[in-house]
């Protein structure tokens, strides 16, 4: 598992934080709300020292203190954190989550685990009186992270496109990248794919410092 500087610099990479609400993330969202019968239904990413909502149902706030994040022990494990009570739990019984406004009972959280191995934040599901979640709602929520991180994924990949248009004359319908001829020879276009192998310029995705040196 990646450590905590790499986890924090992958979540970097995909340009999230603090961005406007996106109707796809909205979607699952709701969802997961409706499927598993919550009232409240978020998808959280955990930074250094908060938990922002990319997409919120039935919470009116953008972020808490990541010292009160449920999602924070979400993310330490690949698999769906389930808490069935937490006013019954000792590592949350305390928290002003549950003491306080939103009155946290229920809490469930698939982590948005990317390719490197790094958990972003969590899709996850409160309700406020303690239950529990049925199989085939687990199955759901698990589904509908995946969604997520395909999401987070086809976001960044078309930020990436954006930034190699700015680099390099691309076509907008086909891809292909214009080569200027030398000493008067015919301009000819280069698929991109192809570009890219030839030139070895990029490997994946583009970063913005790494888009500063191409």
């Not at 919550?38 to 020292?49: A, E, G, Q």
């Not at 069935?84 to 809490?107: H, K, M």
């Not at 680099?167 to 001829?181: D, F, M, Q, T, Y």
Request: charged letters at 20%.
């Amino acid at each position: 598992m990646p450590t905590e500087s790499e986890r924090l610099n992958t979540l970097q990479l995909y340009n999230v934080l603090d961005t406007a609400s996106e109707k796809a993330f909205d979607n699952l969202t709701l969802l997961a709300s409706s499927i598993c019968g919550t009232p409240i239904s978020l998808v959280s990413f955990v930074d250094n020292d908060r938990q922002w909502f990319k997409s919120k149902v039935g919470l009116e706030v953008d972020e808490t203190p990541r010292e009160q994040a449920f999602c924070d022990h979400a993310i330490r494990s690949n698999n769906i954190l389930v808490i069935e009570d937490a006013q019954a739990d000792q590592r949350f019984a305390s928290n002003p989550l549950v003491t306080g406004n939103p009155n946290i009972r229920f809490y469930a959280g698939a982590p948005l685990q990317m390719g490197n191995g790094a958990a972003l934040g969590t899709l996850c599901v409160i309700d406020h009186k303690p239950r529990s979640l049925t199989a085939e709602q687990t199955n759901a929520l698990s589904v509908l992270r995946d969604a997520v991180v395909s999401q987070l994924e086809l976001r960044r990949a078309l930020q990436d496109i954006q930034t190699i248009n700015q680099i390099l004359p691309i076509c907008a319908w086909c891809r292909s990248v214009k080569l200027e001829g030398d000493d008067g020879a015919a301009t000819t276009w280069q698929p991109l794919h192809e570009y890219v192998a030839d030139n070895n310029k990029v490997s994946h995705g583009i970063c913005p410092t790494c888009s500063l040196v191409l």
